[in-house]
Nanobody, 126 residues
Framework: QVQLVESGGGLVQAGGSLRVSCAASGRTISNYAMGWFRQAPGKEREFVAGIGWTGTTPAYADSVKGRFTISRDTAKNTVYLQMNSLKPEDTAVYYC???????????????????WGQGTQVTVSS
């Protein structure tokens, strides 16, 4: 079965950096778009970044554009989210997800993803 395992979250001061990882098994990420979403307390889950199946079409939410970078290592079947210039409003549980259909660009809609990781907490202190 498909499993996604996130890691790398933690506590960081505002202006700092973190890199979170998502190791996939049971599905080859080079054939599927991957996405990162986040959910803060009391808020709905929101799209953060996505990368298409070719690995060449990253997409970002306006709130993170220029600060976050999504990438992947197909040899490790792992997707990364590099987060720089972190702000307290970036505090959330971060989830990775894999698209339900292969060979597509990434989508900002959670409905287009069928497998999700358990999430990793990112806390940014002011």
């Amino acid at each position: 079965q498909v499993q996604l395992v996130e890691s790398g979250g933690g506590l960081v001061q505002a202006g700092g950096s973190l890199r979170v990882s998502c190791a996939a098994s049971g599905r080859t990420i080079s054939n599927y778009a991957m996405g990162w979403f986040r959910q803060a307390p009391g808020k709905e889950r929101e799209f953060v970044a996505g990368i298409g199946w070719t690995g060449t079409t990253p997409a970002y939410a306006d709130s993170v554009k220029g600060r976050f970078t999504i990438s992947r290592d197909t040899a490790k079947n792992t997707v990364y989210l590099q987060m720089n210039s972190l702000k307290p409003e970036d505090t959330a549980v971060y989830y990775c997800a894999t698209a339900s259909r292969g060979y597509t660009d990434s989508s900002s809609s959670s409905r287009d993803y069928d497998y999700w990781g358990q999430g990793t907490q990112v806390t940014v202190s002011s």
